[in-house]
T-cell receptor, first 112, second 113 residues
Framework: DVKVTQSSRYLVKRTGEKVFLECVQD?????MFWYRQDPGLGLRLIYF???????EKGDIPEGYSVSREKKERFSLILESASTNQTSMYLC???????????FGSGTRLTVV | AQKVTQAQTEISVVEKEDVTLDCVYE???????LFWYKQPPSGELVFLIR??????QNEISGRYSWNFQKSTSSFNFTITASQVVDSAVYFC??????????FGAGTRLTVKP
């Protein structure tokens, strides 16, 4: 069964901490995405990656960075976590040229 | 601009009722794709359907049906004879290329026994 795995289901971090959210897919997908989900706002794209070492900004990249050193892993980095980054974070992947997104179960991050 | 509006924030129905989830979209592109996803309490988004802008045929899949009308820029989703397992957040989404999918705010559906 194909999967997108997000390393943590729940995470609590302090303001100012550097936070790493990890996402791993086992489908050899070229494209990977990080979304943020907030009530009333739906899912908003933070960053995506076409392939290894490639990244593109989405709609709300401020305060975030990403890393894709290996094809199967796409990391979202909060350089200095702030309370307004408290949210649900969803990772997704797909084959280049397709619309078949596969989503992970999400990481609910709370910044205190 | 690409935009998806799901005006219904929450809907509550009793089991076996029919329910329609509304989706209105905005786009200047002539070629685009519309999607519906289901997000159960477990959190992952589950793909339900994809429609391209050139195919206005309505689709039925079991108790689910979709009504795509370009004239009103709508892509509504109806669940017939709802069941408790249909309780979830449902998202409508729009994409005009492979890497820019815009989601609506979502509609939380609660089906009570």
């Amino acid at each position: 069964d194909v999967k997108v795995t997000q390393s943590s289901r729940y995470l609590v971090k302090r303001t100012g901490e550097k936070v790493f959210l990890e996402c791993v897919q086992d489908m050899d997908h070229e494209n990977m995405f990080w979304y943020r989900q907030d009530p009333g706002l739906g899912l908003r794209l933070i960053y995506f990656s076409y392939d290894v070492k490639m990244k593109e900004k989405g709609d709300i990249p401020e305060g975030y960075s990403v890393s894709r050193e290996k094809k199967e892993r796409f990391s979202l980095i909060l350089e200095s976590a702030s309370t307004n980054q408290t949210s649900m974070y969803l990772c997704a992947s797909k084959t280049q040229g397709s619309f078949g997104y596969t989503f992970g179960s999400g990481t609910r991050l709370t910044v205190v | 601009a690409q935009k998806v509006t799901q005006a219904q924030t929450e809907i509550s129905v009793v089991e076996k009722e029919d329910v329609t989830l509304d989706c209105v979209y905005e786009t200047r592109d002539t070629t685009y794709y519309l999607f519906w996803y289901k997000q159960p309490p477990s959190g992952e988004l589950v793909f339900l359907i994809r429609r391209n802008s050139f195919d206005e045929q309505n689709e039925i899949s079991g108790r689910y049906s979709w009504n795509f009308q370009k004239s009103t820029s709508s892509f509504n989703f109806t669940i017939t004879a709802s069941q408790v397992v249909d309780s979830a957040v449902y998202f409508c989404a729009l994409s005009y290329n492979n890497n820019d999918m815009r989601f609506g705010a979502g509609t939380r559906l609660t089906v009570k026994p």
